[in-house]
């Protein structure tokens, strides 16, 4: 069986049956369903915040979090991130702005930031990266004294804290992706938490056509709603995100026995209260390079991902707009970086075999 970089936990057959029984009673698929209330409150419960607004994926949360704050003109933001964070943006007609990480962490630098504001600046959208936190307190700062929204991209960080708060704590609003591949997932799906009633009653809106009753359509959203089959898996997931999270962290400390320390292979900091997204080691002067490490374990089957590799600012569909080099320490950082197979039931000879072959 070859090893992909993720793999998704599925909740017993059983306990999702049972969760999707009523809905055999109801008839009741979406739009507001008894699953998506459900798993709304748990959410607003387990972040610790007035408002999670569920949507049928983490992009196009952000893509209706972006309109619904009314963030124009120019945002600052990483280009060391997935796809979806920079092409939102750009979808919603805002520019993205990049700025450089921190070598430490990987996330946006603060101190890189206020030369970039400039007149037309609305917003700072950063990255929690592989569910570290970024430096949430200088970036607040930033904002507040500019005037500016901060839309956190969560995506990596659920599951995670920071001075014992969750994700939801930090900036204007967050947002969560529930995708398969992720700590907590849904099948698909996505969150923004925020803690303004109205901003919460504006992303339902995005959310749903603009629609606020039989007669009435106010604006002219979109239809990103969360269906009752994917809250289901919602909530049974969340009873075992725990255990989840411990499973991942017995296999990240697996490898951590085998590879931190290695001469040219770099750890990226684990704060204990991480939820274990991610496995990202970086080649710097190691004797093998990272397209080489790549390629010897691709070639017993096994698929670790260059995450994040290029950067969203070097992509084609970008070509001539922005400029990688700018940010030099995520050019860096995206040559360098390999994240290796993590999820829950990875076995201990498979990580160890994996080790083999990165220090072989
Ligand atoms: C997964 C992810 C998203 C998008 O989430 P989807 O639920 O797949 O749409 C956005 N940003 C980052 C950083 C991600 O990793």
Request: net charge negative; hydrophobic share 45%; aromatic share 10%.
């Amino acid at each position: 069986m070859p090893i992909q970089v993720a793999r998704s936990s599925m909740p017993d057959f059983e306990e999702y049956l049972a969760e999707i029984r009523p809905l055999w009673e109801n008839h009741w698929l979406t739009n507001n369903g008894e699953k998506a209330l459900a798993l709304e409150a748990a959410l607003q419960a387990y972040l610790d915040i007035p408002h999670v607004v569920l949507f049928s994926n983490g992009h196009l949360a952000l893509e209706a979090a972006i309109r619904a704050m009314g963030i124009t003109g120019e945002a600052i933001t990483t280009p060391f991130t997935f796809a979806s964070t920079t092409h939102a943006l750009v979808r919603c007609g805002v520019k993205p702005v990049f700025a450089d990480v921190r070598p430490g962490d990987l996330t946006l630098d603060a101190s890189q930031m206020e030369r970039l504001i400039t007149e037309r600046t609305t917003a700072i959208v950063p990255v929690h990266v592989y569910g570290n936190f970024c430096d949430v307190d200088a970036i607040g700062r930033i904002a507040q004294k500019h005037g500016l929204t901060v839309l956190y991209d969560a995506a990596h960080a659920f599951g995670a804290t920071h001075a014992g708060q969750s994700p939801a704590a930090y900036g204007d609003a967050a947002m969560y992706s529930f995708h398969a591949t992720k700590v907590f997932h849904t099948i698909e799906g996505g969150a923004i938490s925020c803690a303004s009633d109205a901003l919460a009653d504006a992303l339902r809106l995005e959310r749903n056509f603009g629609i606020t009753g039989p007669e009435d359509t106010v604006s002219v959203g979109g239809n990103a709603k969360m269906n009752e089959f994917q809250a289901a898996m919602g909530l049974c997931n969340l009873r075992h995100l725990e255990g989840e999270i411990a499973k991942r962290r017995h296999v990240c400390s697996l490898y951590r026995a085998r590879l931190a320390g290695v001469p040219g292979i770099r750890f990226l900091p684990t704060p204990d209260q991480d939820n274990c997204a991610y496995l990202p080691v970086l080649f710097e002067g190691y004797r093998r390079t990272r397209d080489e490490v790549f390629a010897r374990l691709a070639a017993q089957d096994i698929y670790a991902r260059k995450y994040f590799y290029p950067l969203t600012s070097a992509f084609a569909c970008y070509a001539g707009q922005f400029d990688p080099a700018a940010t030099p320490v995520a050019l860096a950082a995206s040559q360098n970086v390999l994240t290796l197979p993590l999820y829950a039931d990875l076995a201990d000879a498979d990580v160890q075999r994996i080790c083999d072959l990165v220090l072989a």
